[in-house]
């Protein structure tokens, strides 16, 4: 399946940890953003990882999912961004 | 049509020009999230004024469009936030 996860995390600390675990499964897109196809075990994997992490009371981690890629439309206003593996 | 927009914008000034536009028809969800579903006419309308704003060479919007919400699914990890309309 195709998965968008956004975050907001309000801790550098907690955040830089979050952003390994997720560029381990997916492409960090945007600073915020991360995309890509995972199977559903991958998925529940890196949550449960990134569950670990995070402080359940101040930051914020949205997933969206769609069982289908063709059933998602994507458009890019202004820059294509991708964030290099070794950017941190 | 339900649709997730993310940002980055390097420009305060340009961050809070595409923050009012994008919250006239969607519902801010994250720092640099927004959703909501929509109508394609409302959504190329939002669209053609932000990009008016944005600086196509140093911003980047993505657009996630998903015809049918029922194949979308969202999970939340940690706060469900929701920013209220007078934040700004």
Do not use: H
Not at 27 to 38: C, K, N, P, V, Y
């Amino acid at each position: 399946m195709f998965v968008i996860i956004t975050y907001d995390i309000t801790d550098e600390n907690r955040l830089n940890k979050v952003r390994k675990i997720l560029r381990k499964y997916l492409f960090w897109t945007q600073l915020s953003t991360f995309e890509g196809e995972i199977s559903k075990g991958k998925l529940a994997q890196c949550l449960s990882e990134v569950k670990e992490v995070i402080s359940p009371s101040e930051d914020s981690v949205y997933v969206y999912q769609v069982e289908n890629p063709k059933n998602l439309n994507k458009k890019v206003l202004g820059i294509e961004k991708s964030f290099l593996d070794n950017f941190l």
